[in-house]
């Protein structure tokens, strides 16, 4: 099964809201390089399909820490299926269209040649998160914990105050979850290349 074959059936899975079919043919469609697209242009997922890559990893590690017993019976964290594929496969959707395929000169074996590499033009500079919250609510309603943690999901290195991010976390958990299985599918899941 291709990485776009397994990110539809999981989607299809557990999305089911209103809007949900509409905003599934968007990726899917002409006007979305969604399953083609790289996570990053030099880190995570550098590479086509990287995206996708990245959201199913994301999605897998969510589940995964959602599913400990302290995170349940402690931290009180008990999300439907639905929310958590939304926020996990859905969370960098503003990285769709911005990645550009160009080629620069790297010296190989004491040779200059040309390298593929990608370079990043977003034409909606809108911020990350926030982005990926205004590009799905057109199609689907995302309840205040959804939006909060796809907006929220860089933790501490989005370029926001500190402060609205530990309240993010402190009020909206699903925030903090979802940051915790970026991070973790960045760092020890995606490949780079």
Not at 149 to 160: K, L, P, Q, T, V
Request: proline share 3%; with cysteine; hydrophobic share 35%.
């Amino acid at each position: 099964m291709s990485k776009k074959e397994e990110f539809i059936e999981i989607y299809k899975k557990y999305i089911h809201r209103d809007g949900a079919k509409e905003f599934l043919d968007y990726l899917t469609g002409k006007n979305s390089d969604f399953f083609t697209a790289p996570a990053s242009t030099r880190f995570h997922g550098n590479y086509s399909g990287g995206l996708v890559d990245h959201s199913i990893h994301v999605f897998y590690c969510l589940k995964d820490y959602l599913q400990r017993t302290r995170v349940k019976d402690i931290y009180g964290m008990d999300y439907s299926d639905e929310s958590i594929a939304i926020v996990a496969l859905l969370h960098d959707v503003c990285k769709i269209n911005v990645y550009k395929e160009s080629f620069r000169n790297k010296k190989v074996n004491g040779e200059w040649v040309q390298v593929p590499f990608y370079e990043f033009e977003d034409k909606m500079p809108y911020g990350h998160g926030e982005k990926s919250v205004y590009m799905i609510t057109p199609f689907m309603k995302l309840s205040r914990e959804e939006a909060f943690a796809i907006r929220y999901h860089m933790g501490f290195s989005n370029e926001d105050s500190p402060k609205n991010v530990g309240y993010t976390f402190e009020h909206f958990p699903l925030a903090f979850a979802l940051s915790t299985a970026d991070m973790e599918a960045t760092y020890f899941c995606d490949e780079q290349k």
